[in-house]
């Protein structure tokens, strides 16, 4: 049976808009939203770098030809995409185009496919890791500034950029086209599984979104989030001697 993916977009177009209407409804929600802004931009920018970066040095310049090696949030934010991930939790950035066909033969080009694809996730945990050192760095050797009123909103602004590079990471892990997750499956897959994924991806892009609109999607990857990021916390505070009461 074919669902219109227009019929979809709509029902996710309503959910968007419902959200969008709680952040002047509850308490605190637009100054969260505010704040939650530049982990979004650092997220979806450093991850669809990270995708050019890697093309380019496998010997693809399609990427580089492109524009797509710096890192301008504007030459890698797609509006949907980015919408999705203030309102939903999942999103997604402009997707960086590269021509298989171009890739030196050191390796497999499914190899080197799977390598482009997990170099966006790789680079999200790189971030967050980043910037969850900066903030026990602050907290350990500036505490009058850290817990003070400015430094409650860095820490805030820190740990959604935590937070979301985690989210985007994991999120784009799940094995479903069109997800990052499915070309790096993909690389590890016989030739006529992965010929036979890439020929049905649109109807795997249909269970995709009906996942996440049935909740299926959120009740797997929110709990990994917290786990992600309860680990990553307690890890870093123990190096760094912190205690929190």
Same mark, same amino acid.
């Given at each position: 049976?074919?669902?219109?993916?227009?019929?979809?977009?709509? =029902?996710?177009?309503?959910?968007?808009?419902?959200?969008?209407?709680?952040?002047?409804?509850?308490?605190?929600?637009?100054?969260?939203?505010?704040?939650?802004?530049?982990?979004?931009?650092?997220?979806?920018?450093?991850?669809?770098?990270?995708?050019?970066?890697?093309? !380019?040095?496998? %010997? $693809?310049?399609?990427?580089?030809?492109?524009?797509?090696?710096?890192?301008?949030?504007?030459?890698?934010? !797609?509006?949907?995409?980015?919408?999705?991930? #203030?309102?939903?939790?999942?999103?997604?950035?402009?997707?960086?185009?590269?021509?298989?066909?171009?890739?030196?033969?050191?390796?497999?080009?499914?190899? @080197?496919?799977?390598? #482009? &694809? &997990?170099? %966006?996730?790789?680079?999200?945990? #790189?971030? @967050?890791?980043?910037?969850?050192?900066?903030?026990?760095?602050?907290?350990?050797?500036?505490?009058?500034? /850290?817990?003070?009123? &400015?430094?409650?909103? #860095? $820490? *805030?602004?820190?740990?959604?950029?935590? =937070? *979301?590079?985690?989210?985007?990471?994991?999120?784009?892990?799940?094995?479903?086209?069109?997800? $990052?997750?499915?070309?790096?499956?993909?690389?590890?897959?016989? /030739?006529? @599984?992965?010929?036979?994924? $890439?020929?049905?991806?649109q109807i795997f892009e249909l269970i995709f979104i009906a996942l996440w609109i049935v909740g299926i999607l959120s009740l797997?990857?929110?709990?990994?989030?917290?786990? &992600? /990021?309860?680990?990553?916390?307690?890890?870093?505070?123990?190096?760094?001697?912190?205690?929190?009461?």
């Amino acid at each position: 049976m074919y669902i219109d993916r227009r019929i979809i977009f709509l =029902i996710i177009a309503l959910m968007l808009f419902s959200s969008f209407m709680s952040l002047f409804s509850q308490e605190g929600a637009l100054l969260s939203f505010v704040l939650s802004i530049p982990g979004i931009l650092i997220a979806i920018t450093f991850h669809e770098f990270a995708h050019a970066f890697a093309a !380019d040095r496998l %010997g $693809d310049d399609t990427p580089r030809r492109q524009g797509r090696l710096n890192l301008n949030p504007f030459t890698h934010l !797609d509006p949907f995409g980015t919408i999705m991930l #203030v309102f939903a939790g999942f999103g997604w950035g402009k997707p960086v185009e590269i021509n298989p066909r171009n890739f030196n033969r050191d390796i497999s080009l499914s190899k @080197a496919e799977a390598i #482009v &694809a &997990a170099a %966006g996730p790789l680079m999200n945990f #790189v971030i @967050a890791i980043v910037f969850e050192i900066i903030a026990c760095i602050i907290a350990k050797f500036i505490p009058s500034f /850290y817990f003070s009123n &400015a430094g409650i909103i #860095v $820490d *805030t602004i820190l740990a959604s950029i935590v =937070i *979301t590079n985690l989210g985007l990471g994991i999120f784009n892990l799940i094995p479903i086209p069109p997800l $990052d997750g499915s070309k790096i499956l993909g690389g590890f897959l016989p /030739y006529n @599984a992965k010929m036979w994924m $890439d020929n049905h991806s649109q109807i795997f892009e249909l269970i995709f979104i009906a996942l996440w609109i049935v909740g299926i999607l959120s009740l797997i990857v929110s709990p990994l989030i917290s786990l &992600a /990021y309860n680990g990553l916390t307690t890890l870093t505070s123990s190096i760094f001697g912190l205690t929190f009461s």
